[in-house]
């Protein structure tokens, strides 16, 4: 395998940019206009409501969780543009060509990220 230069990083990460954020715009929309019907479709039963209210809840979530990976692209392509892209920002070494295939917005090597998840808080309930 070739390894992998600066244009085909950017290349990759403004290509996931672009993904992303197409499918966080339909998203976004599917989940708002759900809100915006004209009372024509309202659900006759509290459980058809409760299903549509978990739904959009679901949608509204899976669009906040892309907008961080679509942030985390942005300090990729600033990392990139510096030109530290490819070094771990804990330890310095460089990350593998195939973790930066896998997670193109990683800054962090395999050893290092397993490190800070295990040092992190666990999501309150």
């Keep these: 395998m070739a390894k992998a230069g600066p244009d085909l990083y950017r290349s990759r990460l403004l290509t996931l940019r672009a993904r992303l954020c197409g499918e966080m715009t339909q998203m976004a929309d599917a989940a708002l206009s759900a809100n915006r019907n004209d009372g024509s479709s309202l659900p006759i039963h509290l459980a058809d409501l409760g299903s ?10 899976l669009v906040g969780n892309e907008k961080q990976v679509i942030e985390k692209i942005e300090v990729a392509l600033e990392r990139l543009a510096e030109g530290s892209y490819e070094r771990c920002e804990a330890c310095g070494r460089k990350i593998p060509d195939a973790r930066l295939e896998a997670i193109p917005y990683t800054t962090r090597c395999v050893e290092c990220a397993a490190e800070h998840e295990q040092h992190q808080e666990p999501a309150e309930s």
């Design 52 to 61: 549509d209210n978990f739904e959009q809840e679901l949608t509204l979530n």
